[in-house]
């Protein structure tokens, strides 16, 4: 399979703590997105990197979050000081050339 | 600030019956992308729509662009319960192309 793919699928950690979450795109997609998804909304836009250029940040996005894509590769969302309000679905995508793009399958994030 | 607003959230019907899902918007779109997503999964994506007025068949599923680019429907004829999931309609904005979605419709297809 040569679809985007996330690790790990779905993550359970306590207030305060730090995690990391890594996105594999389609291989020649040069660009990828990090959206989050809360239950019974649709997923809202957080960041976009061209190649390892981070080009775009959220407001939603909170110093307590960083997103890496080193080498224009893989890309990390690291979380640091998790709060309860950060639960919920994370979710990459990547884009070739044209305009449509293409999720992997998420990862579920529960802070306790 | 650029919104889609999806109609109905929620849908629940008997195997065999039709159905449309509704997304408005008040901003024009350069393309609008549907996508089914299933609990635990990402979104998948269906189909994406660019010009005014266009028509797009999947199987028995049939979209539509509006004529002002501004709107959406999704028709399902004859549904059946592997239809059932969260149906996303969603905007490339910007020169990012980041998407804004729907908050979507949740389609049950009894069997």
């Known amino acids: 399979d040569t679809g985007v793919s996330q690790d790990p699928r779905h993550k359970i950690t306590k207030r305060g703590q730090n995690v990391t979450f890594r996105c594999d795109p389609i291989?020649?997609?040069?660009?990828l997105y990090w959206y989050r998804q809360t239950l019974g909304q649709g997923p809202e836009f957080l960041t976009y990197f061209q190649n390892e250029a981070q080009l775009e940040k959220s407001r939603l996005l909170s110093d307590r979050f960083s997103a890496e894509r080193p080498k224009g590769s893989f890309s990390t969302l690291e979380i640091q000081r998790t709060e309860q309000g950060d639960s919920a679905m994370y979710l990459c995508?990547?884009?070739?050339?044209?305009?449509?793009?293409?999720f992997g399958p998420g990862t579920r994030l529960t802070v306790l | 600030t650029q919104l889609l607003e999806q109609s109905p959230q929620f849908l629940s019907i008997q195997e065999g019956e039709n159905l449309t899902v509704y997304c408005n918007s008040s901003?024009?779109?350069?393309?609008l992308q549907w996508y089914r997503q299933e609990p635990g999964e990402g979104p998948v994506l269906l189909v994406t729509v660019v010009t005014g007025g266009e028509v797009k068949k999947l199987k028995r599923l049939t979209f539509q662009f509006g004529d002002a680019r501004k709107d959406s429907s999704l028709h399902i004829t004859a549904a059946q319960p592997g239809d059932t999931g969260l149906y996303l309609c969603a905007a490339p904005v910007d020169s990012s192309y980041k998407l804004i979605f729907g908050s979507g419709t949740r389609l049950l297809v009894r069997p």
């Open positions: 995508a990547s884009r070739p050339m044209g305009y449509e793009q293409f």
């Open positions: 291989s020649e997609h040069n660009r």
């Open positions: 901003s024009v779109f350069s393309s």
